[in-house]
């Protein structure tokens, strides 16, 4: 079992909807969780982080995290184009690894005009 | 700098030579991180240096690969004989840790090409 898991999709959405993107992640212990999208051939940058149970929202963009159930979400209200990117999803395993971030495969997200 | 500042963005070498990457993080921050990424794939987490403590240099795919860093300053990542497997991105982060709110930035990266 991979330490943290995404579905690598591609998901596609229409331009209005929401877009939903999961991960999974192994350690119980985890303890903060960060979204960060990346652009083909660009850097990734920060759109989220979570280390609350609930939801944290900012803007269009809305986190969800799960402890219990070791899941972490992100939505993304009206999608437009522009969010056409990958989305890797970040756990800090806290204690077992101090400061290191392990992540996912990422999620390819295309929103369609 | 305002940013993680990566040099060179682009490096061509061919099959076993040595190359040397060069990450500039953010100042003040304490941290620093190197990751591979392949194409199409996710981040491969390296190493990782904090403060003054030794690194986490779990990452690291075999002894070719090595990673300094001076203090609180710039890190370089030097990749010994080199093979064709070793192309990639190879990114940067930095962050200033505190507690769980550990925000890593990146560098725009070194595209690595070996031919």
């Known amino acids: 079992q991979k330490e943290v898991e995404q579905n690598s999709g591609p998901l596609s959405v229409p331009e209005g909807a929401i877009a939903s993107l999961n991960c999974t992640y192994s350690d119980r212990g985890s303890q903060s969780f960060f979204w960060y999208r990346q652009y083909s051939g660009k850097s990734p940058e920060l759109i989220m982080f979570?280390?609350?149970?609930g939801d944290k929202e900012d803007g269009r963009f809305t986190a969800q995290l799960n402890k219990a159930s070791q899941y972490v979400s992100l939505l993304i209200r009206d999608s437009q184009p522009s969010d056409s990117a990958t989305y890797l999803c970040a756990v800090n395993m806290g204690r077992r690894s101090y400061g290191k971030l392990t992540f996912g495969q990422g999620t390819i997200l295309t929103v369609h005009p | 700098g305002a940013g993680v500042s990566q040099s060179p963005s682009n490096k061509v070498t061919e099959k076993g030579k040595d190359v040397e990457l060069r990450c500039d993080p953010i100042?003040?921050?304490?941290?620093l991180y190197w990751y591979r990424q392949r194409l199409g794939q996710g981040l491969e987490f390296l190493i990782y240096f904090q403060g003054n403590s030794a690194p986490d240099k779990s990452g690291l795919p075999s002894d070719r690969f090595s990673a300094e860093r001076t203090g609180e300053s710039v890190s370089t990542l030097t990749i010994q004989r080199t093979q064709q497997e070793d192309s990639a991105v190879y990114l940067c982060?930095?962050?200033?840790?505190?507690?769980?709110?550990?925000?890593?930035?990146f560098g725009a990266g070194t595209r690595l090409s070996v031919l």
């Open positions: 982060a930095s962050s200033f840790v505190q507690g769980v709110k550990n925000i890593q930035y």
């Open positions: 979570i280390y609350s149970n």
């Open positions: 100042s003040g921050h304490t941290a």
